[in-house]
């Protein structure tokens, strides 16, 4: 199934977005805008899907300028993040992907609820059992009855439309994010390492 078809195809199991909360977020790369986005899972009774969108500019301009805004899709990490695991790279990714629309002076970091790859905390912990004997990411999850990736971004794309942004540079060195995006009708204009 193309990309654009499975989009649409599997969108249905999502309710309308909201942006239920805004406020400005100081950072020690320069002052962001954090906007808080929901949506409630359509086959989940009450399970709701939640992202941040952690914005430097006005969405709204970002169309005016002719350059598409940096943009980031992060999925949080609070082993990488929190207690500097050393295991991943997940908070120098962060780290540079903040600096680099600072210095650009506009972008944004959607922040995605999507621990482990998609697989939750308790999962990822185990998935590290099993790294500690050998394992690598890819097995471990696969060991575990998962996907390599779990990750789901058509979250982060109804953010972006919702913002008004149908172009993009992505920060990212996932194909997958890429191909979730141009399915969902936002272009990637350029994809940086």
Known sequence: MAADNLFSALDF???????????????????FNVLGFERELAKAPRRVETALAIVLGDPASYGLTGE??????????????????LRCDCSVQLDIAMRTIASAGRGLVIYEHQEGRGIGLMEKLRAYSLQDVGFDTVDANRALGFAPDCRDFRLPAAILRELGIRHVRLLSNNPHKRHALSGAGIEVLEQIA
């Not at 199991?13 to 002052?31: C, D, E, K, M, N």
């Not at 598409?68 to 500097?84: D, K, W, Y």
């Open 13 to 31: 199991r999502h309710s309308a977005i909201r942006r239920v909360a805004s406020a400005r977020l100081p950072t020690q790369w320069g002052v």
């Open 68 to 85: 598409a805004p940096l943009l980031r899709i992060h999925s949080q990490c609070i082993t990488g993040e929190m207690f500097r695991s």
